[in-house]
């Protein structure tokens, strides 16, 4: 394997009295996806956010290519735009157009022509299935398409890892598949994803590892094949048989 893209060492986070990281030890290989699962609660978005510093760490090293994750200014900055984070909510800006939302950034941040970035966002967002909705506004699109808007928006950036945190959990039933099927392509083309989900079939179906998380520890970890058949700790047997069942 070459060197992890990103590392995560003995990471804690408290919100008050409240211990949401324990310990976390976490390293993700380029090209690899990586599922985080496990109850509410149990630290998986807290995960995903400290690791383009939404949330800050109080103890612990972060590193993504190498390089420690700054505390502010210009480098954090440099740093976001390297790690694009696809939320629950699709916090895209109503008054700008699907094309105007995916070509932003690439202009302000990166210095992209104008023209360029329009031509590599309607490629975006004819991979991710919407080309034809490039001129309207989020609030004509369905929940469904605002969220594949928001992943070609942080796919612009041209990320080195892309950080997807409950992506589905705000849609209608109808329209999870439709996303979970975008992220599903997009792993198969070597992109480096860490994914905060419920969704226990996309796990299956897409992950290269499963991290199974509860009570802000990483509990245990491993393929697909092998943490949904044979779980080894009982907090996992408990959490598939929960979830499992129905």
Do not use: W
Request: with cysteine; glycine share 8%; aromatic share 4%.
């Amino acid at each position: 394997m070459s060197e992890p893209l990103v590392v995560l060492s003995g990471v804690n986070k408290h919100f008050g009295a409240l211990h949401v990281l324990k310990d976390i030890d976490l390293s993700v290989a380029r090209g690899e996806v990586v599922v985080v699962i496990g109850p509410s609660g149990s630290g998986k978005s807290t995960l995903c956010r400290t690791i383009n510093r939404l949330e800050t760490i109080d103890t612990g090293t972060i590193t993504i290519d190498g390089v420690p994750i700054p505390a502010e200014g210009k480098q954090l900055a440099e740093l976001r735009s390297k790690v694009g984070m696809v939320f629950q909510s699709f916090n895209l800006f109503a008054h700008k157009t699907v094309l105007q939302n995916v070509t932003l950034g690439p202009v302000k941040v990166k210095g992209v022509k104008k023209g360029a970035a329009e031509t590599r966002g309607r490629e975006l967002l004819e991979r991710v299935g919407i080309a034809s909705q490039a001129d309207k506004y989020p609030a004509q699109l369905s929940g469904g398409q605002q969220q594949r808007v928001a992943i070609a928006r942080a796919l612009a950036m041209d990320p080195m890892v892309m950080l997807f945190d409950e992506p589905t959990s705000a849609l209608d039933p109808e329209m999870i598949n439709e996303v979970l099927d975008v992220m599903t392509s997009l792993a198969k083309t070597g992109m480096t994803m860490i994914v905060v989900t419920h969704e226990m079939g996309f796990a299956r179906r897409a992950a290269d590892r499963v991290v199974f998380m509860d009570h802000g520890q990483i509990v245990e970890q491993g393929t697909p094949e092998a943490f949904f058949s044979a779980p080894e700790s009982d907090r996992a047997k408990d959490f598939l048989s929960k979830i499992l069942s129905h």
